[in-house]
């Protein structure tokens, strides 16, 4: 049984054009990287010290690497920043610092709850990419599996546990997909 060729998707009226589509995903994927960035800054400065560090600095380091990925890109593919650079370098380390101050089971909450959005956001866009960008298909598809390391990391470090955990994790998943909106748009 040969493999059939996929159609490309009829575009209907509101659609993104390839471009648009492009500079959406980069500009957001470097804003959410910038962001998680600064979540571990935040959970570092209050929980340095703890048994919770090297995990952290190890997840951290992952994230330096995505972000420099998309640092490269925007430029690359001259796409724009999002504008809210500033305040998500403010609500991301707010973020980090404030789950860490109440506990270390609350930062890998944080954690986990980012990262199951982030892992679906990057699952969604390698698809909505289709064939169109092999690369930055490839770099996403990477990316989400080791955002995903991330949350089961978070999990295995009792984030299940956390104080208020559903309340807070809820909460951290809508912030993040509110993130995702403004950062695509803004």
């Not at 690497?65 to 370098?89: G, K, M, N, S």
């Not at 980090?96 to 679906?120: D, F, P, R, S, W």
């Not at 909505?128 to 080791?146: H, N, R, V, Y």
Request: negative net charge; contains cysteine; glycine residues 6%.
């Amino acid at each position: 049984m040969s493999a059939r060729k996929r159609r490309p998707r009829k575009r209907l009226p509101g659609d993104l054009s390839d471009r648009a589509l492009l500079e959406r995903i980069v500009r957001v994927d470097q804003a959410g990287e910038f962001g998680a960035v600064q979540i571990y800054k935040g959970q570092l400065a209050v929980l340095a010290g703890t048994k919770s560090e090297p995990v952290i600095t190890e997840m951290a380091a992952a994230e330096d690497v995505h972000l420099a990925a998309f640092d490269r890109l925007l430029v690359e593919r001259r796409v724009r920043p999002t504008a809210l650079t500033p305040i998500w370098r403010a609500a991301g380390f707010m973020l980090g610092a404030g789950t860490a101050l109440i506990g270390e089971k609350a930062a890998m909450a944080c954690t986990e709850a980012v990262e199951e959005v982030i892992v679906e956001h990057y699952r969604n866009q390698a698809e909505a990419l289709g064939d169109s960008e092999p690369e930055l298909k490839k770099t996403i598809e990477t990316f989400a599996a080791e955002e995903e390391e991330h949350r089961q990391t978070a999990i295995e470090h009792d984030s299940e546990r956390a104080p208020a955990y559903p309340a807070l994790s809820r909460g951290i998943r809508a912030g993040t997909r509110l993130a995702i909106w403004l950062s695509e748009r803004i």
